[in-house]
């Protein structure tokens, strides 16, 4: 049983930037694809990005690609995310994921974490 815990979130302004981490304890993240996603107040959970367990392969949301980095450190068991220019729109809760990627481009998850509020201001 993998268990998942990000931390990282906070309260930041339109234009700044963050790093989220996944940490991950009980098992190693090495055998799995990892990736984050986030839960907007009064919409669906959704994909933001997604890497390889080599770290090889990335793939991102349109609305993130070029301004959000995910990345890996198998040898710590922890994940990241990079966030460049947040806007206002990337407000939510921020939740990562271990799990496999089909050949659909989509992520079948395994074990979540309990999430960490992203909140950006004007």
């Known amino acids: 049983q993998v268990r998942l815990i990000e931390s990282g979130g906070g309260l930041v302004q339109a234009g700044d930037s963050l790093r989220l981490s996944c940490a991950a304890s009980g098992g190693t993240i090495r055998n799995y694809a990892m990736a984050w996603f986030r839960q907007a107040p009064g919409k669906e959970r959704e994909f933001v990005a997604h890497?390889?367990?080599?770290?090889?392969?990335?793939n991102y949301a349109v609305s993130v690609k070029g301004r959000f980095t995910i990345s890996r450190d198998n040898a710590k068991n922890t994940v990241f995310l990079q966030m460049n220019s947040l806007k206002l729109v990337d407000t939510a809760v921020y939740y990562c994921?271990?799990?496999?990627?089909?050949?659909?481009?989509?992520?079948?998850?395994?074990?979540w974490g309990q999430g960490t509020q992203v909140t950006v201001s004007s």
């Open positions: 994921a271990a799990g496999s990627w089909d050949i659909r481009g989509t992520m079948r998850v395994d074990y």
């Open positions: 890497i390889s367990w080599s770290g090889s392969s990335t």
